[in-house]
């Protein structure tokens, strides 16, 4: 209730000042837009990022109509606010999509390099969240980001940077790898965590360097390669890496994923790398053992459908390794 009071509160505020302020019709847009964004940078309701369209959107009846860069640049932070709208009905997503395209007309002509590379980058992310509601293919997204790299370079913007390469890595990999294409693909998102990782560092970006060296080995893991065994075990230096930051005290359920990932690979590596043919008994079992500590964090968490899928796995892979080793595990033998 108090949010909601605060709110009306800022809202009325602003309107109250565009009635009454000695300013010219582009201050009290700019007034509107400075609320606006305040509400959509710390909501508290989702009823905060509405109010931020609605002053977005008054910011835009009373910016003079020849401003059309200050109308596309209001027109670009309400897409922006629209596409946080926490639903699973796509119409935001929709009319966000919409805005930011019809924004980047404007910008491209005569905004800034950096104004279009933002513009872009929001409208890759649009298109796919879009996707993954089934409501659009990923192409667009990643022509997005790639537009967006053009200025967003490693050396300029290097946190813009790591967002899109990150990004393109998902989309990548979100992509359907019926045909040889897919390859290409899979090797492209490995590349662009790779990318990715430059410019983050395990130093003054500890969880992002985590997430990225996860990601990076999910990649690794089932990249289609002659090269499984080599990209299996850089998988395992990249979980290690993750798991340099994913602490089980710090990152409790990070952490679970990540040995639960991590025991996948194993599962799936000979023991001796020289000698691929040549078994992965002792790999089972550390991937066993793995898998049991992740259970345990993730049901002490209350995360009963990841526990139980670790579940699954643990008995999929005891039963790999043959009746003698669960009478050995039980202390039986």
């Known amino acids: ?75 670009a932070r309400m897409a922006t606010a629209l596409m946080t709208v926490p639903s699973e009905d796509a119409s935001h997503l929709k009319n966000a999509k919409t805005e930011i395209e019809v924004a980047l007309a404007t910008l491209t002509a005569e905004g800034s390099d950096a104004e279009v590379a933002e513009a872009e980058m929001n409208l890759g992310l649009i298109c796919q969240t879009l996707n993954s509601m089934h409501m659009l293919p990923i192409q667009p997204a990643i022509s997005a980001y790639q537009r967006s790299l053009r200025t967003f370079d490693k050396v300029e913007y290097p946190k813009e940077f790591a967002i899109l390469q990150s990004n393109l890595a998902t989309a990548f990999l979100s992509m359907p790898f019926t045909d040889q294409s897919g390859k290409m693909r899979e090797a492209l998102a490995v590349q662009a965590f790779e990318e990715a990782l430059t410019v983050v560092n395990f130093v003054d970006h500890p969880n992002e360097y985590a997430m990225l060296q996860n990601n990076l080995g999910n990649a690794l893991q089932y990249v289609s390669s002659s090269h499984r065994v080599e990209n299996g075990y850089r998988a395992l230096e990249a979980y290690d890496e993750a798991l340099k930051v994913r602490t089980v005290r710090d990152m409790p359920e990070e952490y679970a994923n990540t040995i639960a990932n991590k025991a996948n690979c194993l599962s799936n590596l000979p023991d001796d790398p020289s000698n691929p043919d040549g078994g992965n008994f002792a790999n089972l079992g550390e991937a066993v053992r793995l898998l049991e500590e992740a259970k345990a964090i993730f049901s002490s968490r209350g995360s009963a459908e990841k526990a139980q899928s670790v579940a699954e796995a643990i008995a999929e892979l005891t039963e790999a390794m043959g009746p003698s080793t669960i009478l050995e595990r039980s202390g039986l033998q």
């Open 1 to 75: 209730m108090a949010s909601a009071n605060r709110t009306q509160q800022q809202v009325d505020a602003a309107l109250k000042a565009v009635e009454t302020a000695a300013a010219t019709p582009s201050e009290k847009a700019e007034m509107l837009m400075e609320v606006a964004m305040g509400l959509q940078q710390k909501p508290e309701r989702v009823e905060d990022i509405f109010a931020a369209v609605d002053l977005y959107k008054l910011a835009m009846d009373v910016a003079p109509e020849d401003e059309i860069l200050g109308i596309a640049r209001i027109r």
